[in-house]
């Protein structure tokens, strides 16, 4: 169908996934025919969109494969989908790639099918990585290449895959690496001890059950944690202090564990046991295991950003559909009333001076005038609630007086103090905004949690030198009921206190949470004191 492309057929706006994508996206008509190219196709097969677009699919099908496109075009005239289907296709200058196809069908307006869109996934590398690691299972190599190989299993494993798949995937490679029976995988906590989650990977269903009835924190990858090296113990009978495996734990040999680190953060920790054939684990074992852990170290701290960052966009909407709820119900109940009471007193001025009235008439119109004043008074008092404008007319100092004054108002604290050195200055937009955000966040939690009658917000520019400030120190800090920090911030509930630690180390900064029951609660953030004048373009740090 000449003519149609990816932006025609899809049902939506696909131009910048179409254009962007390092997959070959590519859009054919009925008759086989290409129809839309994009850039991630040329990078794969080497042809560019001049030379593709009107050509036949099969310009990029292998003599041996040209009935594939056929048959994939029965299915999707059928309606039906193809999902990662794994063939052979052929560049430009003859190499055989081996691609994940996933096809489906193309639809104008009316929902006719016109075509097929298909993408293309170059996985000739993690083919050749999956072989390399199978005769891994069945040779002994040397040093070097097992460290290549570790490399290259856990860079694919880390493109690939995603979440708790990616920890199963990095175990088993470990143990195939290793040559171990099993091998075990955990995930250290969070700003609390013991483990958040674990994998393992090498036992029957029923031995894993055994090891899954075990508390989280437990056994041996708990004890990991603790460590700074790895442990490689020849025969475990030789180390009877060496505790921690969960009870019914399958007999175990040799033993090779590795703390998984990234600096001096402990993320968790991966053991081995049981070298086939009944050897040791040796020196090569140790290091190429400590090689992939390493990569798993970057796994786990990316797969943990993502989750505090999916937890910081739902608070993020969950405050902005408050913050509009909160917006309509003063219209409704405030700016509104005023503007309808002030419509209906000077239709009522308009009827009585038509009547010849004029006495009433001047009253309706007082009592509409000062509606309308009303509504004036109201207006400002919405739009300086908001937080950017607040900034910009009042400053920082200014805008933080004004908040804890509003919140003493609502929340009646006996006592709010306001303590800074901050009067009249301007720091970049970002730190200011942060700044604001975080004391908003830590002010509407002791209103709603702490049951606190007094509240102090201190903002302190500390020098390092006697003539300019290096950092902001923002300290909120009440005396009411107080908590256990590690239950609120573990529970999904609570994303403010994860909303305020991203929003300090998103700048830069450095985020301080102390809270016990009983004792109250103080949220201290250390933040880059950038001056407005410091950065320049388009206001991003």
Not at 201 to 206: C, D, F, V
Not at 364 to 388: F, H, P, T, W
Not at 424 to 429: E, T
Request: charged letters at 25%.
């Amino acid at each position: 169908m000449p003519g149609m492309d990816c932006h025609d057929a899809a049902e939506f706006d696909v131009s910048m996934v179409f254009e962007m994508s390092d997959d070959a996206i590519i859009c054919k008509d009925l008759d086989n025919i290409i129809r839309s190219w994009n850039r991630g196709a040329e990078r794969i097969y080497g042809y560019t969109a001049e030379e593709a677009i009107g050509s036949p699919v099969t310009l990029l099908v292998p003599h041996d494969r040209k009935h594939e496109p056929d048959e994939v075009l029965q299915q999707i005239q059928h309606g039906e989908r193809v999902d990662h289907q794994e063939t052979v296709r052929q560049a430009k200058d003859g190499t055989r790639l081996e691609i994940s196809l996933t096809v489906w069908p193309a639809r104008d307006a009316t929902g006719r099918i016109v075509g097929a869109i298909t993408i293309a996934r170059d996985i000739t590398g993690r083919q050749q990585t999956a072989r390399t690691l199978r005769l891994l299972q069945h040779s002994a190599v040397d040093r070097a290449l097992v460290m290549e190989t570790a490399n290259r299993v856990a860079l694919d494993i880390l493109a690939s895959r995603t979440g708790n798949e990616a920890l199963l995937h990095i175990a088993e490679a470990a143990r195939a690496l290793s040559g171990a029976q099993y091998a075990a995988l955990g995930v250290a906590r969070q700003n609390a001890p013991g483990l958040q989650e674990f994998v393992t990977t090498g036992l029957t269903p029923e031995e894993e059950a055994v090891i899954g009835q075990r508390p989280s924190g437990a056994g041996v990858l708990g004890l990991l944690l603790n460590r700074t090296e790895p442990m490689r113990i020849d025969s475990l009978s030789e180390h009877p202090n060496f505790v921690g495996f969960p009870p019914n734990h399958p007999p175990m040999r040799s033993f090779l564990g590795i703390p998984l680190r990234r600096g001096e953060t402990v993320l968790g920790s991966l053991y081995l046991t049981n070298k086939e054939g009944g050897g040791a684990f040796t020196e090569a074992d140790e290091v190429a295991v400590q090689a992939l852990g390493a990569h798993a170290a970057v796994a786990i701290h990316n797969l943990q950003l993502l989750g505090r960052q999916r937890a910081l966009i739902s608070g993020l909407i969950a405050a902005q559909e408050e913050e509009r709820r909160a917006v309509a119900y003063d219209l409704h109940d405030g700016l509104t009333q005023f503007v309808m009471a002030s419509h209906a007193h000077i239709e009522a001025f308009r009827r009585a001076h038509q009547a010849g009235k004029h006495e009433r008439a001047t009253r309706e119109l007082d009592q509409g005038i000062r509606y309308l004043k009303d509504a004036v008074v109201e207006s400002r008092r919405l739009v300086n609630g908001l937080r950017s404008l607040a900034l910009d007319d009042l400053g920082l100092a200014g805008a933080l007086e004004q908040l804890i004054t509003e919140e003493k108002a609502r929340a009646n604290w006996q006592e709010a103090e306001f303590v800074h050195n901050v009067a009249g200055r301007r720091y970049h937009k970002n730190v200011e905004t942060t700044v604001y955000r975080v004391a908003q966040e830590a002010l509407t939690n002791v209103r709603k949690h702490a049951q606190a009658d007094r509240v102090r917000l201190t903002l302190l520019a500390a020098p390092l030198t006697g003539i300019k400030a290096s950092h902001l120190e923002l300290e909120i800090q009440d005396w009411g009921c107080g908590f256990v920090p590690e239950q609120r911030s573990a529970d999904p509930a609570h994303v403010g206190l994860q909303s305020m630690h991203e929003r300090a180390h998103l700048l830069g900064g450095a985020y301080f949470l102390t809270s016990r029951p009983g004792q109250g609660t103080l949220v201290r953030a250390v933040l880059p004191a950038l001056d407005a004048s410091e950065t320049e373009g388009d206001g991003t740090i």
